[in-house]
T-cell receptor, first 113, second 115 residues
Framework: NAGVTQTPKFQVLKTGQSMTLQCAQDMNHNSMYWYRQDPGMGLRLIYYSASEGTTDKGEVPNGYNVSRLNKREFSLRLESAAPSQTSVYFC????????????FGEGSRLTVL | DAKTTQPPSMDCAEGRAANLPCNHSTISGNEYVYWYRQIHSQGPQYIIHGLKNNETNEMASLIITEDRKSSTLILPHATLRDTAVYYCIVRVSLPFSGGYQKVTFGTGTKLQVIP
């Protein structure tokens, strides 16, 4: 099994450009998450999705939109990228039930010039 | 979710036990303690979790105090590959009938294993 797959792994954008980060999981998990991690800092929750068709804001949602396309896929969109959004983005999933642990993707490294 | 407090950094000699502390004094009765680690810039990796009792798996042991206000992750024989940032988080357990959890991370403890 692939687990959690993120694409692209690297991306360079110019200020004002838009892009979508894709995330897919093959573990039949209910819950999915998007985090960002800035240099030397911990992970901050951007958005999460409890289940297909639902999304909620995390700690730092401004400048982002998300779509839970189906149970497998959860995308993160930057409509007008800003240099402050330069970061490493991690997608994660969990069964969402009981004490289920989080499974993370390998990360997407985004640079906004 | 309850807030956790961890030391920002620790060193450990290779081959010795690494003991990583975590304070979670406001933990609720239905919150589990989880440990993850992040090696270099990879995605965080689950290590272990527990509710009340001490737990052990192939990677580590988790010791939770009786009052559940603190815990310690133990790596029994640290190797250079254990150099990573270790995150302690607490999260609510949910009934198996369904539900979801918003999970937040702090800044963790950077463990440096020294040859």
């Amino acid at each position: 099994n692939a687990g959690v797959t993120q694409t692209p792994k690297f991306q360079v954008l110019k200020t004002g450009q838009s892009m979508t980060l894709q995330c897919a999981q093959d573990m039949n998990h209910n819950s999915m998450y998007w985090y960002r991690q800035d240099p030397g800092m911990g992970l901050r929750l951007i958005y999460y999705s409890a289940s297909e068709g639902t999304t909620d804001k995390g700690e730092v949602p401004n400048g982002y939109n998300v779509s839970r396309l189906n149970k497998r896929e959860f995308s993160l969109r930057l409509e007008s990228a800003a240099p402050s959004q330069t970061s490493v983005y991690f997608c994660a999933s969990s069964s969402g039930r009981g004490a289920g642990e989080l499974f993370f993707g390998e990360g997407s490294r985004l640079t906004v010039l | 979710d309850a807030k956790t407090t961890q030391p920002p950094s620790m060193d450990c000699a290779e081959g010795r036990a690494a003991n990583l502390p975590c304070n979670h004094s406001t933990i609720s009765g239905n919150e589990y303690v989880y440990w993850y680690r992040q090696i270099h810039s990879q995605g965080p990796q689950y290590i272990i979790h527990g509710l009340k009792n001490n737990e052990t798996n192939e990677m580590a042991s988790l010791i939770i105090t009786e009052d559940r206000k603190s815990s310690t992750l133990i790596l029994p024989h640290a190797t250079l590959r254990d150099t990573a940032v270790y995150y302690c988080i607490v999260r609510v357990s949910l009934p198996f009938s369904g539900g979801y959890q918003k999970v937040t991370f702090g800044t963790g403890t950077k463990l440096q294993v020294i040859p």
